[in-house]
């Protein structure tokens, strides 16, 4: 229970998630390709995300609540959900490293249904299918979202 709200305040509320984004200095964020390829990134997203994630960006029934397990389903990534709550370098990081290490790396102990992806795509990949992703959200989501990558980026120097 403990985990669960944690991992609540880690990723629901938007003050502990930007605590938690300014911790992010020095995390795996890549550099990414300088055009997105959103075909690719919509094939890719079918290959290795929508098992979970839904064909549509819908997650999984009852996302906010943990399964039997204790371990959270996985939520929609259409603006319904809460992935354009994060920098792109959160969501990078949550891809390529896993749940589980990207917050073990923020210092929660959490046993996250989010596996890594970082040896079976590419940085250039993970960042097409996070570009794919963000393709179709609504304007006022994609703003926010962006807004919030170039504050984070700002504050890293970067
Ligand atoms: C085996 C099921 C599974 C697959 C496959 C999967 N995910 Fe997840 N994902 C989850 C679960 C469960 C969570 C929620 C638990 C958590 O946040 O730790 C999650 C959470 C996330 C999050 C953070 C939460 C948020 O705010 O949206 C991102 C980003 C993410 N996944 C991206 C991806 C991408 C991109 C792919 C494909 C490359 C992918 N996932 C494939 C299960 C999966």
């Known amino acids: 229970m403990r985990k669960y709200l944690l991992?609540?305040?880690?990723?629901?509320?938007?003050?502990?998630?930007?605590?938690?984004?300014?911790?992010?200095?020095?995390?795996?964020?890549?550099?990414r390709p300088e055009s997105a390829d959103l075909g690719q990134g919509e094939k890719l997203y079918q290959s290795y995300c929508a098992s979970c994630h839904g064909a549509n960006l819908e997650g999984q029934p009852d996302w906010r609540s943990p399964g039997p397990d204790g371990a959270l389903p996985a939520p929609p990534h259409d603006e319904t959900g809460h992935t354009w709550h994060h920098s792109d370098s959160v969501l990078f990081d949550y891809?390529?490293?896993?749940g589980k290490a990207a917050l073990a790396a923020q210092g929660v102990d959490f046993e996250s249904g989010m596996p890594g992806f970082g040896d079976q795509l590419s940085d250039d990949q993970i960042w097409?299918?996070?570009?794919?992703?963000?393709?179709?959200?609504?304007?006022?989501?994609?703003?926010?979202?962006?807004?919030?990558?170039a504050a984070e980026a700002q504050r890293e120097g970067n």
């Open 128 to 149: 097409n299918i996070l570009a794919y992703i963000k393709s179709t959200w609504p304007d006022r989501q994609r703003q926010i979202q962006a807004e919030r990558s």
């Open 7 to 31: 991992l609540s305040a880690v990723l629901l509320s938007g003050a502990a998630a930007s605590a938690w984004l300014m911790t992010q200095a020095g995390a795996e964020t890549s550099a």
């Open 95 to 98: 891809t390529k490293l896993g």
